[in-house]
């Protein structure tokens, strides 16, 4: 009887470490920038030398610029995006009570023109959209994440998680494999880092400009030869919305600049 | 276009400043290709010039390896109060403009 209890002890003390490798406590929890070199960190801090706030510049003309058949601009609803624009990126994806889905920053200003200022979407990843999500992301530097919080979004944090931990394309590996279990250690002489999404729009210096989460996800996708969802697609959206909530507290650094 | 420019506020005389821009622009290289094998035509800014005062402190020619949304970080000795004025001129008419004014004591 010993024997075999201890047999059982030994097998569940071999099965600790792997579960708690699975998942990064809270307080573990490092933005992409603490993996970066001084250069890279420098040129994020220094308002005038980080490329995205070329970015936000765009964004701040387009809020105040009227567009669409209602003649209606984003101030003219919303107003001082530095008090009306303060802490909302950090809630996005956000619950939307009329799709009964979650929607991400891009989309709700995308509903918004739709909606509101009668105007056409604009295209994902067009230097127009990215320049307004930066604008209003932006306003929410240094707020801490809640995204997630809503009890309306548990199903789609849970299938978002379920993304982030299932194998996926030829080289047969999930999101976990390396964000989870590897962050710290390198990838081909680059950092892997933990996958935390604090600061999209982000500058990229391998894009040579800013993209948004989804446009990173799709390219982790390429890397591990899986078929990558389209923009938009509720997989994504599941996805950045799980990121979103497993870096809750971490503050937003909108615009990030990564290498 | 957007531009971002660091000059300092003020300055005593003789004081050597830094002197820090960015601009957007694509700078395409005109060394690639699309998909379907047409060439990107190249697009890139090509000159770049600081005038302090209407005298000119700096310049420089931009090339195709240049990145996009370039930044130029430059010295100049600070003499008097006034405007630093920046210009891009690029291919296809590109033209940008960007001011700053500096306090000298």
């Avoid at chain 1, 279990?181 to 500058?203: E, H, S, V």
């Avoid at chain 2, 195709?64 to 008097?80: D, G, H, M, Q």
Wanted: net charge negative; aromatic share 8%; charged share 20%.
């Amino acid at each position: 009887m010993i024997f075999w209890h201890a047999i059982a002890a030994a097998t569940l003390l071999a099965a600790a470490p792997a579960l708690l490798a699975g998942e990064i406590p809270p307080d573990a929890r490092r933005s992409g920038y603490s993996f970066m070199g001084p250069d890279t960190r420098a040129m994020q801090d220094d308002d005038t030398s980080n490329p995205g706030m070329l970015f936000v510049l765009d964004g701040e003309a387009l809020w105040a610029k009227k567009t669409g058949s209602s003649d209606k601009a984003c101030a003219d609803c919303h107003g001082d995006a530095r008090s009306s624009m303060k802490g909302v990126a950090a809630r996005y994806p956000a619950f939307d009570k009329v799709l009964a889905r979650p929607v991400t920053l891009d989309q709700r200003i995308n509903l918004c023109r739709a909606n509101h200022q009668q105007a056409p979407a604009l295209p994902y990843e067009s230097g127009d959209l990215l320049a307004l999500s930066a604008f209003v992301a932006h306003q929410s530097r240094g707020v801490a994440i809640t995204a997630g919080d809503d009890p309306e979004l548990k199903p789609f944090v849970a299938q978002g998680r379920d993304l982030f931990m299932q194998r996926e394309g030829q080289l047969n590996l999930a999101c976990t494999n390396c964000h989870d279990d590897n962050f710290d250690k390198r990838l081909a002489g680059a950092p892997i880092t933990q996958g935390q999404p604090t600061g999209y729009p982000l500058y990229r210096l391998e894009w040579q400009t800013l993209g948004s989460i989804e446009r990173r996800l799709r390219s982790c996708m390429t890397g591990v030869r899986a078929q990558a969802y389209d923009y938009g697609a509720p997989e994504l959206v599941a996805l950045e919305l799980y990121l979103m909530s497993r870096a809750r507290g971490l503050p937003m650094e909108t615009p990030a600049v990564r290498p | 276009m957007a531009a971002l420019i660091n000059v300092p506020a003020k300055a005593k005389r003789g004081d050597v400043i830094e002197i820090r821009t960015l601009t957007s622009h694509i700078m395409e290289t005109g060394f690639r290709h699309t998909a379907d094998g047409a060439l990107v035509p190249r697009d890139i800014i090509t000159s770049f010039t600081c005038r302090y005062n209407g005298t000119e402190v700096f310049r420089a020619d931009l090339f195709p390896a240049i990145a996009a949304n370039p930044y130029l970080s430059f010295f100049t000795v600070a003499k008097e109060s006034g405007k630093l004025e920046f210009e891009w001129i690029g291919d296809n008419g590109y033209s940008s403009t960007a001011s700053a004014s500096i306090t000298v004591e």
